[in-house]
């Protein structure tokens, strides 16, 4: 791993443990904690719900399959419900959230998606840029349905574009800022594949960054 700031390599240790071992309900509820305390005691009070969280479903991701519940889902609710979980993220960041034509419908996994659309936000709130702005839109076409989340952050550099999915990448701007795991978008490119959803990235750096979810 690169980078990633002061704390975070116990973190990353747990990630991998949970990577690697079947582990049983007890241990992950221990390392639940584990996970947390680190966190604070690095002093991100307001993280450790996510590395938790991220954790959880990364000990999941080696066969989600077998967590699928494909059903149908209501766009705007989803995403609604997501907005509500982040809400102090994005109040405490300063983020402004538009939506546009959310009024969509696609058959997905609707914990699996929310989860996906979790990290987006919290990347577009760590990589803001003054006054930011996060739009969340869908649009349909055809039988697909497109769900576009943009922002007005500090953008990826081209030259890191297709490096961002790849396990423990942390790029320039997460050595940066810190905090950086490398795992969020490593998940949701994962899970993504699984639930045959496309996820695309453009980025523009000192413009902001687009990700496209493109549903069957």
């Given amino acids: 791993y690169q980078g990633g700031g002061a704390g975070t390599e116990p973190v990353k240790e747990a990630y991998d443990a949970f990577y690697k071992a079947a582990w049983s309900n007890e241990q992950q509820e221990m390392s639940f904690y584990y996970l947390a305390a680190i966190d604070a005691g690095a002093g991100r009070y307001g993280k450790a719900l996510a590395h938790v969280e991220r954790a959880l479903f990364y000990a999941r991701a080696e066969s989600p399959e077998k967590d699928f519940i494909i059903r149908q889902v209501n766009l705007e609710e989803l995403v609604a419900q997501t907005l509500s979980q982040y809400r102090g993220l994005l109040i405490q960041s300063g983020v402004r959230v538009e939506t546009r034509g959310l009024e969509q419908v696609v058959f997905t996994d609707s914990k699996w998606t929310a ?70 978008l490593y998940l949701c490119k994962k899970l993504a594949d699984e639930l045959e ?11 902001g960054t687009k990700v496209t979810l493109t549903f069957p």
Avoid: W
């Fill in 115 to 184: 989860f996906i659309l979790g990290q987006l936000l919290q990347n577009a709130a760590r990589y803001r840029r003054s006054d930011p702005v996060i739009i969340l839109s869908a649009v349909c076409l055809g039988r697909q349905v497109q769900l576009v989340l943009e922002d007005n952050g500090i953008g990826i550099p081209a030259h890191e574009l297709s490096r961002v999915f790849d396990r423990g990448f942390t790029g320039s701007n997460g050595r940066i800022r810190g905090g950086s795991t490398g795992m969020g």
């Fill in 197 to 207: 959803v496309n996820l695309r990235i453009t980025s523009k750096i000192d413009s």
